[in-house]
């Protein structure tokens, strides 16, 4: 293996980031891809296309009708990828909607497929508020990812551990899988590092199971241990290069840091010891030539140190074991980084050669976390943050950099070098991930937009001579995205700055309308045709609103809303937009409420046992049924009828006032159905419920099932609007379906 300077780091529960020798961050031979030619273009062969091929050929696209349908494409790759013509057909029409193109989405969606089932839904419009077209690839995964890293191996590869012990690898150029899903470990994989050994990209992995151990990604297969002894377990990894061989670093429990030499692992190989005290994080870099590791100690054992305030951060020389220089034993002419303003014109400097390989140790509690880039770069620089701010380090100097970040609930980040600045990826609980430049301390890109939980891992690398980022979150999806792309194509609808959390619709003033409620704490009120947003929302709420219903109440058209902390319940008059009365009683904001509803001129709230609770009179009506996993409250040909749904058993209508089943057991969905509503469709009533990322409609008299529509994104709530319009809310957006003629 070539020597070059290589960085990785993690800590406990956290990601970790590239180990690379500078040849092989390359961008290596340009790939070969499929010229689309014309059909970019063509909805039939999007639809019917190899999805592989496709997902080739879309880096060809040129021209703006082009460039948008392949962000169209790429926008959910993840489903085209092992899905049938039909649900492509849906999706990609979906996502045309998205981008505000309602022309390829019709397009797209009058494609002929062969199918014993046509889709009685088709798309009318949709909103993109978490729509990026800098996505590349979203790559789901069975579970939260828990660690994340980047190791760059000719063309170079993305690495997910996972809370349920799996551990996964993709081509970072095509999006494609290397070999199978491994399992790791009994439990969560807590700690994740990458390096590279006589051409074999090699994963290290640790778990709650208190091992350590060592996998070749392309055969999946375990090739070793990294011992620890049998009164210690390795907590967080780190991995590097030491005099040209590629080394593990792991922070034990003994507080010791055990350095591992890759290439002669074996059982009996004893590994450099350097006793450390407590190490709360773990990074890996190159100061003045020498490989070290750097430690961040607890703040229990009473040291402090200038750069966090609160705790110790030392430097260890991997070759000697000893603690690396103080202060001032560095090299004499650190790098300074201008201070310039963005330059748009920068970007087609470079051809990414010879672009430095990155480390991080996203995790992120109390403690501070350290961030580091390769010297080669030029940019010895980290990042720490705890609960409240983010801070900039120069390691050669020991110095701050600026002044610190304010920031909450950072989750992770990672530093690199983008087009000869310095840059961090941050991804906060909440919300995208933001690119800043390191050397003004301001937003160098717009942030990434499309995970639907928290980032728990972020990545960089260079490949095909394309700056990109890798993020792995909560959403059991690994992302990657293209950071020289811009940060929008198309026109589309704006909705909540957040998820959608709550979705219902109502008739004012004789005309339908929908209403949302976001984890921005608003509610907003839309045309249903697709004019956009009517007036300015309700305010009021200070959680994210997840319940909302709509009913006619002292006959007035009214909306009870209520957040998520069950503390806030509201009631407006949807003709005025003034609230009528509000109040935080038991009956309204207690846990066991479900949903709510309205029933004959008045609020009620549902348990998940299908018990109602009538708000103005405060006592239990109607009959329990006799299942649990209560949907919806609806009125379907005249009844009151209570939606319920336990696990694979079905959905079942009930009759509110007699407990009766309505209508056979309605089945065929693959999973746990979440959301569910009745209506009527060409006369005749149906059911539609959705679980996971689809929605299904059945037949209400004869429990056939007449038609399902494929999401990208998880089922948040839905709908059916008196007109016979299906409203669905969806990741952070929602869509409008009607019927298909």
């Not at 956290?14 to 063509?42: F, I, K, Y």
């Not at 590279?196 to 055969?219: E, I, K, M, Y």
């Amino acid at each position: 293996m070539s020597g070059s300077h290589s960085l990785s780091s993690s800590r406990g529960g956290v990601v970790t980031m590239p180990v690379m020798p500078g040849e092989l961050r390359s961008s290596g031979p340009d790939r070969e891809v499929a010229a689309p030619g014309d059909r970019l273009t063509d909805p039939g062969w999007l639809v019917h296309g190899d999805p592989e091929l496709v997902l080739a050929g879309l880096d060809g696209a040129a021209g703006q009708e082009e460039v948008l349908a392949a962000a169209v494409y790429r926008t959910s790759g993840h489903v085209h990828r092992d899905a049938g013509a039909r649900v492509r057909r849906q999706v990609l029409a979906l996502d045309a909607a998205r981008y505000g193109n309602r022309g390829l989405a019709r397009d797209i969606a009058q494609v002929a497929i062969r199918q014993e089932m046509d889709d009685p839904w088709v798309v009318q419009w949709a909103t993109g508020s978490d729509l990026d077209s800098r996505l590349r690839y979203a790559l789901p995964v069975p579970a939260k990812v828990s660690v994340l890293a980047t190791v760059v191996e000719g063309r170079g590869l993305a690495v997910a551990g996972c809370e349920d012990g799996t551990l996964h690898a993709w081509d970072l150029a095509t999006g494609g899988r290397l070999g199978q899903p491994v399992s790791a470990h009994t439990g969560a994989v807590e700690a994740l590092a990458t390096a590279v050994v006589d051409g074999r990209p090699l994963a290290v992995t640790t778990g709650f199971d208190r091992t350590a151990r060592v996998w070749d990604l392309a055969r999946g297969e375990p090739v070793g241990t990294c011992s620890a002894g049998d009164d210690s377990w390795v907590k967080s990894l780190a991995a590097g290069l030491v005099e040209g061989r590629p080394v593990v670093v792991g922070a034990c429990v003994d507080d010791v840091v055990r350095v591992w030499d890759l290439a002669t692992l074996s059982p009996h190989s004893e590994p450099l010891t350097i006793r450390t005290g407590f190490v709360s994080a773990l990074a890996t870099a190159v100061l003045d030539g020498r490989p070290v590791a750097v430690t961040s100690h607890s703040r229990e054992l009473g040291a402090t140190d200038p750069i966090t305030g609160e705790e110790t951060v030392r430097v260890w020389d991997l070759v000697t074991g000893r603690e690396f220089g103080a202060q001032g034993d560095g090299p004499d002419d650190p790098p300074v980084f201008a201070d310039l303003a963005y330059d748009r014109t920068l970007e087609g400097v470079g051809d990414g050669d010879g672009e430095a390989g990155h480390c991080v140790s996203p995790d992120l509690n109390a403690r501070a976390h350290f961030l580091v880039t390769d010297p080669a770069s030029e940019c010895p620089l980290a990042v720490s943050a705890n609960a409240y701010e983010v801070h900039i380090w120069n390691l050669a100097t020991r110095e701050q950099v600026g002044e610190p970040v304010a920031a909450s609930f950072v989750e992770t980040a990672a530093v690199t070098v983008l087009h000869d600045r310095p840059a961090t990826l941050v991804a906060y609980a909440h919300g995208p991930v933001e690119v800043w430049d390191l050397s003004t301390l301001r937003r160098l890109r717009p942030p990434l937009k499309g995970h639907e939980a928290a980032v728990r891992g972020a990545a960089t690398s260079v490949v095909n001579r394309r700056h990109l980022a890798v993020t792995g979150g909560a959403d059991r999806s690994v992302r990657v995205w293209d950071l020289d792309g811009e940060g929008a194509t198309g026109s589309r609808l704006t909705c909540h700055a957040g998820s959608v959390t709550g979705v219902t619709t109502a008739v004012v003033d004789g005309s339908c309308v929908i209403v949302t409620g976001g984890s921005d704490t608003r509610v907003r009120i839309w045309d249903l045709g697709g004019k956009g947003q009517l007036g300015e929302p309700l305010t009021g709420h200070t959680n994210a609103v997840r319940l909302l219903t709509a009913g006619t109440v002292d006959g007035r058209p009214a909306l009870l809303t209520r957040d998520d902390q069950y503390k806030s319940v509201r009631i407006w008059d949807l003709t005025t937009r003034e609230e009528l009365h509000g109040r935080s009683t038991s009956e309204y904001t207690s846990s066991f409420i479900e949903f709510f509803a309205a029933v004959d001129d008045r609020f009620v709230g549902v348990t998940g046992e299908g018990r109602v609770w009538d708000l103005t009179a405060s006592q239990w009506i109607g009959v329990q049924p006799r299942q649990r996993g209560a949907l919806a409250l609806e009125t379907l040909e005249g009844r009151s009828v209570l939606l319920t749904s336990l696990r694979a058993e079905g959905v079942h209508l009930w009759d509110l006032a007699t407990g009766e089943l309505l209508a056979p057991p309605l089945t065929g969905h693959t999973s746990e159905i979440r959301a569910g509503a009745t209506g009527t469709l060409d006369g005749r009533p149906v059911v539609v419920a959705g679980g996971d990322r689809t929605v299904w409609t059945w037949d209400a008299s004869t429990g056939r099932q007449i038609g399902a529509y494929a999401f990208p994104s998880r089922i948040r709530g839905l709908t059916l609007a008196l007109d016979g319009r299906l409203v669905v809310g969806f990741g952070a957006d929602m869509a409008v379906l009607t019927h298909r003629r």
